[in-house]
């Protein structure tokens, strides 16, 4: 069985940091690329950024690029999101997604960004 279990999350003052992590079990994860999405309340889920299985190319929403870094760990079967200068619209669910031959989804994690 696939999982893909987010963590990290939290309330943050804007200008701060966070770290999330996505621990993928259940499959081949160094075959995956893997991404992160967010959501926001009424909007549509958007693409934050993604990284191919190999680790050497990423890509990045223009809202958050500079600002935000992905990376993984294939030996750990976790992806990373390190979030810089965080700011109040950065608030959402943020969610981890796994690509291959089928696509599956994490749970999602809160990320508020409010003084």
């Known amino acids: 069985q696939v999982q893909l279990v987010e963590s990290g999350g939290g309330l943050v003052q804007p200008g701060g940091s966070l770290r999330l992590s996505c621990a993928a079990s259940?499959?081949?994860?160094?075959?995956?690329?893997m991404s992160w999405y967010r959501q926001a309340p009424g909007k549509e889920r958007e693409l934050v950024a993604a990284i191919v299985s190999t680790g050497s190319s990423t890509n990045y929403g223009d809202s958050v690029k500079g600002r935000f870094t992905i990376s993984r760990d294939n030996a750990k079967s976790t992806v990373y999101l390190q979030m810089n200068s965080l700011k109040p619209e950065d608030t959402a669910v943020y969610y981890c997604?796994?690509?291959?031959?089928?696509?599956?989804w994490g749970q999602g994690t809160q990320v508020t960004v409010s003084s």
């Open positions: 997604r796994a690509t291959y031959i089928m696509t599956y």
């Open positions: 259940g499959l081949s994860f160094s075959s995956y690329a």
